[in-house]
């Protein structure tokens, strides 16, 4: 995965097409920092491992449902 297409305020886009979030940044080599604001509570940064992206174009796409990652995103 070639990280250096994820991009500040790109949204990230979940298999069912669904928008779960906004870059904020990525933290380290390995995860993507949510923008608050994105986050369902609007109070909280998520985190979503770099594995869990299929591939990046004007937004980064996801290899998993929006539930899924709801339930399983750290932060």
């Not at 297409?5 to 298999?15: F, G, P, R, Y």
């Not at 928008?19 to 979503?48: N, Q, R, Y």
């Amino acid at each position: 995965m070639d990280t250096s297409k994820i991009k500040e305020h790109m949204d990230v886009i979940s298999s069912d097409r669904k928008t779960v979030g906004k870059v904020d940044h990525l933290e380290g080599s390995d995860k993507i920092k949510l923008t608050k604001s994105s986050s369902p509570d609007g109070a909280h940064h998520h985190f979503i491992p770099v594995g869990w992206v299929d591939h990046v174009d004007a937004h980064v796409h996801l290899n998993k449902p929006a539930a899924e990652v709801t339930a399983h995103w750290a932060g």
